[in-house]
């Protein structure tokens, strides 16, 4: 993930990741939510923000970046049903175990709590242009690009219940600097999200899935258990995996 790092440090990834956040702040505006748990961080430590008493963590293996733990999204050390929102910040399509993040990620998801899936769209031209792409191993374009459909797919085999994907970002960066120098006035007054008719060829798509647990509806905040690293280390982790088993998994997506 460092590389992609990288990418997001540079002029385009910051731009890209700043019109995320906005839209992820948005979004997060309208969720019940007491603690919000970012697993994976922009170049430049760029988070959505929070409004109230809503506390807001990031998680990453991005070692000595602008994060609040260092961590695998495969196997977080946190406790189960401990945060109200998580947020992947492109993790699915950067990881050889896409299925185990996920699952990881609902872990520790409380129940009625909320994920939302950022992740680039492959069927766009932001993945034309990682199939023409020049130079293995060289982000946004080395990442395995999924579906919104299949994301919410996962969701609903997790138990959640996923909403109608949004999209963003429909030209890639070469034509969007292009774009750019000709419409300058009209970019800054569009909107982040492309509304339901665009949404299939945004370059990024966000997709949100709620947890749904029968007979329970926003649980009081007393009842949830605390945010917290499990003891012990990360024997608790991976939805309850052991360490060997978690070594042996390889998830080809």
Known sequence: MRALHEWFATPTGQDLAERE???????????????????????QGR??????NVRQWVVDDWSGGPIDLEADSRVMPLASSSVDVV?????????????????????VLAPEGHLLVMGFNPHS???LRRIVATGPGIPPWSGRYL???????????????PRRPEGLAILPPPLRRWWQQQHTAQ???????????????????????????????NPPQQWRRRFELIPGGLNQAGAGATRSQRESWHDAG
């Not at 988070?47 to 109230?52: E, N």
């Not at 579906?147 to 219940?161: E, H, K, N, S």
């Open 21 to 43: 956040s906005r839209l992820l702040t948005r979004r997060l505006a309208g969720l019940y939510a007491r603690r919000v748990l970012q697993v994976g961080a922009y170049g």
């Open 47 to 52: 988070s959505p923000a929070v409004f109230g």
């Open 87 to 107: 947020v992947l910040i492109h993790q699915l399509e950067f990881t050889a175990a896409p299925h185990q993040v996920i699952r990881e990620a609902a872990r």
């Open 125 to 127: 031209l932001w993945g």
């Open 147 to 161: 579906a919104p459909r299949r994301v919410a797919d996962w969701m609903q085999l997790l138990g959640m219940v």
């Open 187 to 217: 970019l800054h007054r569009g909107r982040e999200s492309l509304g339901p008719g665009l949404s299939w060829i945004g370059g990024v798509n966000l997709v949100i899935g709620q947890k749904r647990v029968n007979g329970t509806a």
